[in-house]
């Protein structure tokens, strides 16, 4: 028996959900489909992010769940930051310094292995935590963001963007094993994150809700999959990539009714405006 | 009564001003472009002749989205004229005008073997565009006529010989073999394949020396033909493409569209197009009102956004209206294109597998998008294209995984297809700042490149057809003729 599933079975190491996140975003074939963009909005929403959080020269920036290090890198080169990357696949670790050196950014990047849910890192290094759309992945996102809140200064802030969802009008065809390699089963809605940021300590300041890269992305996957239908090479897999179209079809229906979504959102400690002016006079 | 930038009273804006020509005596004209009523109309006062009115867009906020597409043309390497009187009078090209040519047309003869109701070249088989009335160039006249081009262009991308009916010309052979020497990349023979059906000899002759067909195709209905050429054409239509099928001469259709005619066509000629084993795209071309066109009324004409209207409406499996981009050159509300991989049924336009406005460089200044649009297609695959960033090179080596795309490459760009949708401007819609940065000229005789709308609409057509008017009936077959 084959579902969408199976187009990615025959791609991917088999593991626990995490690790198969990671290593579903380490493969070229994805990359591919989704047009080297492994978020919604590409640079452009990222540059927003950045923005949004109002990064500056020389701040102190950790991107959590960094994959190959490619918003670390943009982040750094724009904004003139300097970033340290986290991140669960080996692979993606090394590439992502590789590609650092090749930039000539090493010096502004480092990539370390390790989880979100437990940070390699002391308390309040960091003036920006950022999560680029990849809180939604994380089992245990009270933790991840509670991790993100220890290694920030006190009025330190940080920058999520994610995938909304509602979960109880999702379409069953969204959840299971392949929903949550895109994102979808385990997202929250944006009451949810906000909820979530403010039990982490943090005050929401800024929230942008861009749907429509969300439909852009869902729509480009799903022509790239049509067309890798037309090769002979595909041929074995024809109903894999139609059942992975169909659930395709399904993301773009939940987008339109609002059910699905994608959010930049921006939050600081609760309370360290006063303690940093303190601090700082 | 002089209407105000904004008169809510009449639901009407001014969008912008520019210059015109008076349609009766082309002395020019100020105008204005203003949205009414949802669509962009171009209206203009002659002392003289009065006020005319065009429609330019059928969409006005899409008129005004797609402005951003507007880029500064690259100028040509020479030009041939002075401005004297001012655009659009001095055309050849003056100093005045802000674009290269990416595509030369080169009129060979007035005489056809149809007799078309609308004819923006006004020619026919009545002796009148054979004799004393008409011309046919020697290829002398062509060759010279290319060197021009080739001197004003450095390396010329597309040329078209056109008519007239170009085929029955006895010397064009010796003439697309003329530009193909010249080492023009794309030469194309604009032709009704009346010629290409008839005689068997001829696809393969165009096979032989590399040449792309430029054919004719309204639609496939009787009423059709009829109404645009004059006479039924289906089976020659089809025989033609079947003898460049067998020949191995790639084709692409070029479709006439007139409102109330064929519009409901427009889906099943891209339909056949896509389907057809040597088609490799289609041309839309709103019928433009320049030349022989009895009784029409330009506020009625259709033009780019109807078309990709109808495409999309027609086609909903395939196309959005946003699958087609438009294209700076010669300005977005002229031309808009789109190109699409197909496959086991299915098609996919390039639009929605890349952000294209990433690619728009490529597709600029260009009247041919095809060739720059199939580099695009391939800098989505190779290093050497997307200036070697990471991206390019992890595409490269989707080889070593499970889909590995470029091996299939060249299969699929030999399936890709190219819509393009083209409007002629004619005296009365002729907008002199599009005309500026217009890409596709008429080569003359004596060496000037004339913007095909301005050669259209101005009178140039007319000045060197009477010129040229029965200076040569053509050299006789295979025999030697005197230059003049």
Known sequence: MSGPEGVFDRLLPVGDAKTCCAALYESKAVEWLLDGQLHPGGEKLTLRLGELAGLRRGSRVLDVASGRGRTAQLLAYRFEVDVVGVELGSQSVAAAQASAAAAGLGSRLCFVEGDAEALPFEDQGFDLALCECSLCLFPGKRRAAAEMARVLRPDGVVAIADVTADAAALPAELQGAMARVACVADALPLEGYERLLREAGFEVVARERRDEALARMVQRAAARLRVVRMLPRAAGMTAEVTAALELMTHAEGAIERGELGYVLLVARRRGSAERSRRSNG | ?484
Not at chain 2, 174 to 194: D, E, F, H, Q, Y
Not at chain 2, 433 to 456: H, M, Q, T, W
């Open chain 2, 1 to 484: 009564m002089r209407v105000e930038h904004t008169d809510k009273a009449i639901g009407e804006e001014v969008l912008e001003a520019t210059q015109s020509i008076c349609p009766e005596c082309r002395k020019t004209l100020q105008a204005e472009l203003v949205a009414r009523e949802g669509r962009v109309v171009l209206r203009k006062r002659c002392d003289v002749h009065g006020r005319f009115e065009a429609l330019i867009y059928g969409d006005a906020e899409r008129y005004r989205e797609i402005q951003r597409y507007r880029k500064p043309g690259a100028r040509p390497r020479e030009l041939q004229t002075e401005t004297l009187k001012g655009c659009p009078h001095d055309c050849g090209i003056c100093p005045a005008h802000e674009q290269h040519t990416c595509l030369g047309i080169i009129e060979v003869n007035t005489a056809c073997n149809l007799d078309c109701p609308v004819c923006f070249a006004d020619s026919g088989t009545d002796p009148a565009h054979n004799g004393a009335g008409g011309f046919s160039l020697t290829l002398e006249q062509v060759e010279s006529m290319l060197d021009h081009f080739v001197a004003a262009e450095g390396e010329p991308e597309a040329i078209q010989l056109s008519g007239g009916e170009p085929s029955i010309h006895q010397q064009i052979l010796p003439m697309l073999a003329a530009a193909k020497s010249r080492g023009i990349k794309l030469v194309m023979l604009n032709t009704n394949g009346i010629r290409l059906a008839r005689d068997p000899r001829f696809a393969p002759a165009l096979a032989e020396l590399g040449i792309h067909v430029y054919l004719q195709f309204d639609g496939f209905e009787d009423s059709t033909h009829i109404a645009i050429r004059g006479r039924r054409l289906q089976d020659e239509k089809l025989r033609a493409l079947d003898r460049c099928a067998k020949a191995g001469v790639g084709v692409s259709l070029a479709a006439a569209i007139e409102r109330g005619v064929n519009e409901h066509e427009i889906g099943e000629i891209v339909r056949f197009g896509v389907e057809h084993p040597t088609v490799t795209g289609v041309f839309f071309q709103p019928v433009s009102h320049a030349g022989r066109h009895p009784g029409f009324d330009p506020l009625e004409r259709l033009t780019n956004s109807d078309v990709i209207d109808a495409i999309a409406r027609q086609l909903p499996e395939w196309f959005r209206e946003d699958d087609f981009v438009p294209v700076p050159c010669c300005s977005p509300s002229c031309r808009s294109a789109t190109y699409a991989l197909y496959g086991g049924g299915d098609l996919v336009p390039l639009p929605r597998l890349v952000d294209i406005d990433d690619y728009l460089d490529y597709v600029t200044n260009r009247a041919v998008p095809d060739l720059a649009i199939r580099e695009a297609l391939e800098g989505l695959f190779s290093a050497s294209a997307a200036g070697g960033t990471d991206r390019a090179a992890a595409r490269l080596e989707c080889v070593a995984c499970g889909v590995g795309l470029p091996d299939e490459l060249q299969e699929l760009a030999a399936k890709g297809f190219m819509i393009v949708v083209q409007d002629f401007q004619d005296p009365y819609t002729l907008d002199v700042r599009k005309l500026r940065r217009c890409c596709v000229s008429e080569i003359v005789p004596d060496g000037r490149l004339i913007p095909f709308c301005a050669y259209n609409s101005v009178g140039y057509r007319e000045q060197v057809r009477a010129e040229l008017a029965g200076v040569s009936p053509g050299p006789a077959r295979g025999g030697s003729h005197e230059r003049t």
